[in-house]
């Protein structure tokens, strides 16, 4: 009876080891189950919520360049163009190959020198002007670009005004006496077009379709005239007609964070 009694335990036992292990395995298999549902139905919501996010139809676009500026006046050569630099930002609508944008373009256009006579009690003294000129170009623009992708072309129209600084530095030509210094402004009109490319170089892969270009651009203004009050008593009529050559970088997105 005893053998028996000890085989019978023997064997519930066992039953009951053979019992929990499969209900650990049940339990764990529930488990995984769960989770694997909780993370489809995670992935369908995200899936359903990008599906049902609104895509922006905007995209806009900054950009930096540096410009080289063809001066005023009569100085032509390529040795007398101005330098400086360029910032802008812009934004269009996919559903039309325009945009629509704004820049500020501040130049340095060199310096020129001239004597001048200035009567002085019974004498006259000869007295070298130095005229150093700065501008900023401020305009708007319209552009109209076809939509394709890698390479982007574009013509356009602008339109502003600039702002015209001279500074006026005035020696004895002799050498002798004390340098004066002293600044006029002035203000003109812009109005012209101008033509350019964008070349792709690197578009990111989220939602924000952030993608960096290189940029090459010419733009050509005419501009009303405009003088300088000279500080000896003469005064400068100059045209300030000039054509600009941008050359740089500009970035384009999605704005707001949308998909």
């Known amino acids: 009876m005893r053998a028996q009694w000890g085989h019978y335990s023997s064997v519930a036992v066992a039953l009951c080891h053979s019992f929990l292990a499969r209900s650990v395995a049940a339990a764990s298999e529930g488990d995984t189950s769960v989770a694997k549902a909780d993370n489809d139905t995670v992935t369908s919501t995200e899936a359903v919520r990008k599906r049902m996010a609104p895509d922006s139809p905007l995209r806009v676009e900054l950009w930096m360049t540096g410009a080289l500026a063809q001066p005023f006046g009569a100085e032509n050569s390529l040795g007398d163009w101005g330098y400086g630099g360029s910032l802008g930002i812009g934004v269009r609508h996919n559903a039309f190959p325009v945009s629509l944008g ?15 006579l200035v009567q002085q009690a019974d004498s006259q003294l000869r007295i070298q002007q130095t005229r150093s000129q700065q501008a900023i170009l401020f305009d708007t623009w319209l552009r109209v670009e076809p939509p394709t992708r890698w390479v982007l072309p574009y013509l ?3 339109g502003g005004f600039k702002m015209l600084d001279a500074k006026y530095t005035l020696a004895y030509s002799d050498g002798q006496g004390t340098t ?30 952030a993608a960096l270009y290189a940029t090459v651009g010419v733009r050509r203004l005419w501009g009303s005239r405009t003088s300088y009050a000279g500080v000896t008593g003469t005064s400068s009529e100059i045209d300030t007609d000039t054509t600009l050559i941008l050359l740089g970088i500009s970035v384009r997105a999605r704005p707001f964070g949308s998909r």
């Open 102 to 116: 704004v820049d500020a373009v501040p130049i340095h256009l060199g310096s020129s020198t001239e004597v001048a």
């Open 180 to 209: 004066s210094v002293f600044k006029r402004q002035s203000t003109a009109s812009n109005w012209g077009f101008g033509a350019g490319l964008n070349v792709l170089l690197v578009r990111l892969p989220d939602s924000s379709d």
């Open 156 to 158: 356009e129209v602008a």
